[in-house]
């Protein structure tokens, strides 16, 4: 069932200590889906709520819910644990960790949630979930055949009925039903607008499979595959500016998403936009500094303790927090603060980096660390790595084609029947494979 979210008011469901439940994670979603001027009411709010003196178990399973939301998952799993250990804590702890694709973690949260109290019916929608995603599509749908009664009319049931049916190969017509459903239920379900969304696009119906792509972006979590394709059909459209958006959308989510970063280059460069690459370089790098856990420095008990207290677990977290911030947190002291300015100036940071209006300034400019490469196996090598055209990429990406041995089993016509595939792509595959001395199946 949907839930309305007229007059939902976003930053008093976040910052009071009012009942928090599920239907207050989906009117949360719901609203943001309705209003995409939400989205900086929730983040603001739940800025407000990490710098909090006090937080509680209760407070913990609210924050880390909302920062699900946002889709900083490594935050919200963190924020999780440390709640109150109940049905909502478990099931949203589980919702994280598949975004993350830590199937197994999934799976033992769900459990978790459902020994809570927490809708059994509805954890078992998700176990299904995952055991699709872990690639048993049969068991996935053993789950579902065992549901019975309101669940089955559910968009999510219909959703991963449909997917589940997609996975087996099964009947695409059955696919396309059940997506249809799931939007007639819930007219923002972002899996079923995605599901719907590819099949109008294999099927060549560009302008509903980009309406149907744009629908599914407006709900929160961001939805990855579709914010990627929206991403490339927008570059089709010569629209460069939306395209960088979605590839920024998705990367504020997963800054390591080496596909998404490299459209982001492209679509860049194609919109005429000027690009640095020194301080491109630079962004990589400071993005993963930030990123780094402060549970990786030696601190002492009372910095570690009142750090944990105040919800900061990277040294972006820290770069967020002025000096003032930290010191008003009980037991933070001077010799605690300058520990923790020691800890930043090791990496090239400060307390109040990231503060919004100091976001102008440049960022301290870091070393470049040389890449070190493996040795995994020819076959394992992802396609990015063939430094094939931009057009060529992104065909590979639309036929769901990863790795060099996924693309060898796949023939010169396979290539072709792709849309603006051409013969030039297809002698550029050639080109690449046979300098590792590879051919495409049947040459």
């Given at each position: 069932?949907?839930?309305?979210?007229?007059?939902?008011?976003?930053?008093?469901?976040?910052?009071?200590?009012?009942?928090?439940?599920?239907?207050?994670?989906?009117?949360?979603?719901?609203?943001?889906?309705?209003?995409?001027?939400?989205?900086?009411?929730?983040?603001?709010?739940?800025?407000?709520?990490?710098?909090?003196?006090?937080?509680?178990?209760?407070?913990?399973?609210?924050?880390?819910?909302?920062?699900?939301?946002?889709?900083?998952?490594?935050?919200?799993?963190?924020?999780?644990?440390?709640?109150?250990?109940?049905?909502?804590?478990?099931?949203?702890?589980?919702?994280?960790?598949?975004?993350?694709?830590?199937?197994?973690?999934?799976?033992?949260?769900?459990?978790?949630?459902?020994?809570?109290?927490?809708?059994?019916?509805?954890?078992?929608?998700?176990?299904?979930?995952?055991?699709?995603?872990?690639?048993?599509?049969?068991?996935?749908?053993?789950?579902?055949?065992?549901?019975?009664?309101?669940?089955?009319?559910?968009?999510?049931?219909?959703?991963?009925?449909?997917?589940?049916?997609?996975a087996l190969k099964a009947n695409p017509d059955e696919v396309i039903a059940l997506y249809?459903?799931?939007?007639?239920?819930?007219?923002?379900?972002?899996?079923?607008?995605?599901?719907?969304?590819?099949?109008?696009?294999?099927?060549?119906?560009?302008?509903?499979?980009?309406?149907?792509?744009?629908?599914?972006?407006?709900?929160?979590?961001?939805?990855?595959?579709?914010?990627?394709?929206?991403?490339?059909?927008?570059?089709?459209?010569?629209?460069?500016?939306?395209?960088?958006?979605?590839?920024?959308?998705?990367?504020?989510?997963?800054?390591?998403?080496?596909?998404?970063?490299?459209?982001?280059?492209?679509?860049?460069?194609?919109?005429?936009?000027?690009?640095?690459?020194?301080?491109?370089?630079?962004?990589?790098?400071?993005?993963?500094?930030?990123?780094?856990?402060?549970?990786?420095?030696?601190?002492?008990?009372?910095?570690?303790?009142?750090?944990?207290?105040?919800?900061?677990?990277?040294?972006?977290?820290?770069?967020?927090?002025?000096?003032?911030?930290?010191?008003?947190?009980?037991?933070?002291?001077?010799?605690?603060?300058?520990?923790?300015?020691?800890?930043?100036?090791?990496?090239?940071?400060?307390?109040?980096?990231?503060?919004?209006?100091?976001?102008?300034?440049?960022?301290?400019?870091?070393?470049?660390?040389?890449?070190?490469?493996?040795?995994?196996?020819?076959?394992?090598?992802?396609?990015?790595?063939?430094?094939?055209?931009?057009?060529?990429?992104?065909?590979?990406?639309?036929?769901?084609?990863?790795?060099?041995?996924?693309?060898?089993?796949?023939?010169?016509?396979?290539?072709?029947?792709?849309?603006?595939?051409?013969?030039?792509?297809?002698?550029?595959?050639?080109?690449?494979?046979?300098?590792?001395?590879?051919?495409?199946?049947?040459?």
């Amino acid at each position: 069932m949907m839930v309305e979210s007229t007059a939902f008011d976003v930053r008093q469901t976040v910052l009071s200590n009012a009942f928090f439940g599920p239907a207050e994670v989906q009117g949360l979603a719901a609203a943001m889906a309705e209003d995409p001027s939400q989205f900086r009411q929730l983040r603001d709010a739940v800025g407000e709520l990490e710098l909090r003196d006090e937080q509680t178990p209760a407070s913990n399973v609210r924050l880390g819910c909302c920062l699900y939301l946002l889709g900083r998952y490594p935050q919200a799993i963190a924020a999780l644990k440390r709640g109150d250990g109940g049905a909502l804590a478990h099931f949203y702890l589980g919702k994280c960790y598949v975004a993350v694709e830590q199937y197994d973690s999934a799976l033992e949260s769900f459990a978790a949630a459902k020994k809570a109290g927490y809708h059994a019916d509805e954890c078992a929608v998700a176990e299904a979930e995952v055991l699709r995603l872990k690639g048993d599509p049969a068991g996935a749908l053993a789950v579902l055949d065992k549901l019975s009664g309101a669940i089955e009319q559910t968009a999510e049931y219909l959703y991963q009925r449909g997917a589940i049916v997609a996975a087996l190969k099964a009947n695409p017509d059955e696919v396309i039903a059940l997506y249809e459903r799931a939007v007639q239920v819930d007219p923002h379900h972002p899996g079923a607008l995605f599901g719907l969304a590819v099949e109008s696009d294999r099927r060549g119906n560009d302008d509903e499979a980009l309406q149907l792509y744009e629908r599914c972006v407006s709900r929160f979590p961001p939805h990855l595959g579709a914010l990627l394709n929206l991403g490339v059909m927008y570059e089709d459209r010569e629209d460069y500016e939306k395209a960088v958006k979605c590839y920024q959308r998705i990367l504020e989510s997963y800054p390591d998403h080496r596909r998404a970063r490299l459209y982001l280059k492209d679509a860049q460069a194609a919109g005429n936009m000027v690009v640095d690459e020194d301080s491109a370089r630079r962004h990589d790098r400071l993005a993963q500094i930030l990123s780094t856990p402060v549970s990786n420095f030696e601190l002492s008990v009372r910095s570690r303790n009142c750090l944990q207290k105040m919800g900061i677990h990277t040294l972006g977290d820290l770069c967020r927090c002025s000096e003032q911030e930290l010191l008003a947190s009980k037991n933070f002291g001077e010799t605690s603060l300058s520990e923790i300015k020691d800890m930043l100036a090791s990496k090239g940071l400060r307390l109040g980096q990231l503060l919004p209006e100091r976001r102008g300034e440049p960022v301290p400019e870091e070393e470049e660390e040389p890449v070190e490469v493996g040795d995994e196996p020819i076959l394992s090598k992802s396609v990015m790595e063939l430094n094939l055209s931009v057009r060529a990429r992104k065909c590979l990406a639309r036929l769901g084609i990863n790795t060099v041995g996924e693309l060898i089993r796949k023939t010169g016509d396979d290539l072709l029947e792709c849309k603006n595939f051409g013969v030039t792509s297809l002698n550029e595959v050639r080109e690449r494979l046979r300098d590792l001395g590879l051919k495409l199946r049947g040459e």
